[in-house]
């Protein structure tokens, strides 16, 4: 595979948020921390893969499930698999191309690129998922945006935040809105709502939220507070897993539908954790 220097500076702002991670409220040289360490290196190393990909001509095909992918995708996911059989050859992996691989009680979650159509496409709302779980609980998380210089990372049980070069990093906040029916939120389009039941509950939430356009991925968006609620279905734990972590260490609060801490139900509610019971309450109207 052929590689690109990570010489932005948002390569070089990303490193230096590494080493602000103790002060940032953790005990520097503790587990977490150096495997915090490890995820933001490992989000290096796949930008280096994913810009040289990018805006050139890739090998695509359709996969068993009917979404895209392409020869990037691969690529991204062969090096993050490299790196860790290098730094973690005991942990497990479980990859959005390579599926899973390994037992251990600890477990690497990627996702290459999120986003593969808008990457194909040439568009910059791509991103790279990286989430360690450990003993089914998701304790790191590391989404990377290098086409747009822009970092997220969370470490449970010490917040969550977001560097964007050339600024300091900032620790990110859901909002504060309390009445549902002020709640901003992300509903599916049609094309991502795959049966009747997903349909009533897109309905059910439209008419209790404001619908609100889309800015970023709408679990960051609430995240970082532009939403209140965001609703997904066919999402997976490679998916969900890193954008849960974030979320809930800004604050908020993710489950499924059925208001069970599940990543592989498939479906997802994100939420600023206030409105969140109400939310669940209206879904479950649909059933």
Same mark, same amino acid.
């Given at each position: 595979?052929?590689?690109?220097? *990570?010489?932005?500076?948002?390569?070089?702002?990303? @490193?230096?948020?590494?080493?602000?991670?103790?002060?940032?409220?953790?005990?520097?040289?503790?587990?977490?921390?150096?495997?915090?360490?490890?995820?933001?290196?490992?989000?290096?190393?796949?930008?280096?893969?994913?810009?040289?990909?990018?805006?050139?001509?890739?090998?695509?095909?359709?996969?068993?499930?009917?979404?895209?992918?392409?020869?990037?995708?691969?690529?991204?996911?062969?090096?993050?698999?490299?790196?860790?059989?290098?730094?973690?050859?005991?942990?497990?992996?479980?990859?959005?191309?390579?599926?899973?691989?390994?037992?251990?009680?600890?477990?690497?979650?990627?996702?290459?690129?999120?986003?593969?159509?808008? !990457?194909?496409?040439?568009?910059?709302?791509?991103?790279?998922?990286?989430?360690?779980?450990?003993?089914?609980?998701?304790?790191?998380?590391?989404?990377?945006? *290098?086409?747009?210089?822009? @970092?997220?990372?969370?470490?449970?049980?010490?917040?969550?935040?977001?560097?964007?070069?050339?600024?300091?990093?900032?620790?990110?906040?859901?909002?504060?809105?309390?009445?549902?029916?002020?709640?901003?939120?992300?509903?599916?389009?049609?094309?991502?709502? *795959?049966?009747?039941?997903? @349909?009533?509950?897109?309905?059910?939430?439209?008419?209790?939220?404001?619908?609100?356009?889309?800015?970023?991925?709408?679990?960051?968006?609430?995240?970082?507070?532009?939403?209140?609620?965001?609703? !997904?279905?066919?999402?997976?734990?490679?998916?969900?897993?890193? *954008?849960?972590?974030?979320?809930?260490?800004?604050?908020?609060? !993710?489950?499924?539908?059925?208001?069970?801490?599940?990543?592989?139900?498939?479906?997802?509610?994100?939420?600023?954790?206030?409105?969140?019971?109400?939310?669940?309450?209206?879904?479950?109207?649909?059933?």
């Amino acid at each position: 595979m052929s590689r690109v220097a *990570p010489t932005t500076q948002g390569r070089t702002s990303h @490193r230096r948020t590494i080493r602000t991670a103790g002060i940032l409220g953790m005990d520097l040289g503790s587990t977490l921390d150096v495997d915090l360490a490890l995820a933001h290196r490992l989000a290096d190393g796949a930008a280096s893969v994913s810009l040289s990909y990018f805006r050139r001509e890739l090998k695509s095909w359709s996969k068993d499930d009917g979404s895209l992918a392409t020869e990037a995708d691969l690529a991204v996911e062969d090096e993050l698999r490299t790196r860790l059989g290098i730094e973690r050859p005991g942990d497990a992996i479980l990859g959005e191309e390579r599926r899973e691989t390994g037992l251990s009680r600890r477990r690497w979650i990627l996702d290459g690129i999120d986003g593969t159509v808008d !990457f194909a496409a040439g568009r910059s709302d791509w991103s790279t998922l990286v989430a360690l779980e450990v003993d089914g609980r998701v304790v790191v998380s590391v989404r990377d945006q *290098p086409a747009q210089q822009r @970092r997220y990372w969370a470490v449970r049980g010490h917040g969550a935040f977001c560097s964007t070069a050339p600024f300091a990093p900032s620790r990110l906040r859901v909002s504060t809105v309390r009445e549902l029916r002020s709640a901003r939120s992300y509903v599916p389009p049609p094309e991502w709502l *795959p049966d009747e039941r997903a @349909r009533r509950v897109a309905e059910a939430v439209a008419r209790a939220t404001r619908p609100t356009p889309e800015l970023n991925h709408p679990a960051f968006q609430v995240a970082t507070g532009g939403y209140e609620v965001a609703v !997904f279905f066919l999402a997976g734990p490679r998916d969900l897993a890193g *954008p849960a972590l974030i979320v809930e260490e800004a604050g908020g609060r !993710f489950t499924d539908i059925g208001g069970r801490h599940d990543l592989t139900a498939g479906t997802a509610v994100f939420s600023n954790g206030v409105v969140h019971d109400e939310i669940l309450q209206v879904i479950a109207t649909t059933q």
